[in-house]
Nanobody
């Protein structure tokens, strides 16, 4: 059974930084696109960033471009989200997810393409 476990969330002041990690187990990690999504209270879950299987392609939501960086370490079965210049509007539960099909060159932003999800980690940014 595939498991995705996020860590690294917490409380940070505006302008600060956090690094989220997502450790995967239960199937081979390297062939699959990995994504980060977030959900704020009362809002739908939204795309944040995604990375393809060999790290050659990434995609970011406009709201985080230039502030967040997604990366992966296939040897450690882990995907990361480095978040900088955090703002109160970044407050949300952050989820990592893994797609169904392997070896896709496209880091998809479509939630329907992701089959496995973590339990989420809370990020709170105070003003």
């Amino acid at each position: 059974q595939v498991q995705l476990i996020e860590s690294g969330g917490g409380l940070v002041q505006a302008g600060g930084s956090l690094r989220l990690s997502c450790a995967a187990s239960g199937r081979a990690f390297s062939p699959y696109v990995m994504g980060w999504f977030r959900q704020a209270p009362g809002k739908e879950r939204e795309f944040v960033a995604a990375i393809n299987w060999n790290s050659l392609r990434t995609d970011y939501a406009d709201s985080v471009k230039g502030r967040f960086t997604i990366s992966r370490d296939n040897a450690k079965n882990t995907v990361y989200l480095q978040m900088s210049s955090l703002q109160p509007e970044d407050t949300a539960v952050y989820y990592c997810a893994s797609v169904r099909r392997p070896y896709s060159s496209t880091p998809t932003r479509q939630k329907a393409d992701y089959i496995y999800w973590g339990q989420g980690t809370q990020v709170t940014v105070s003003s």
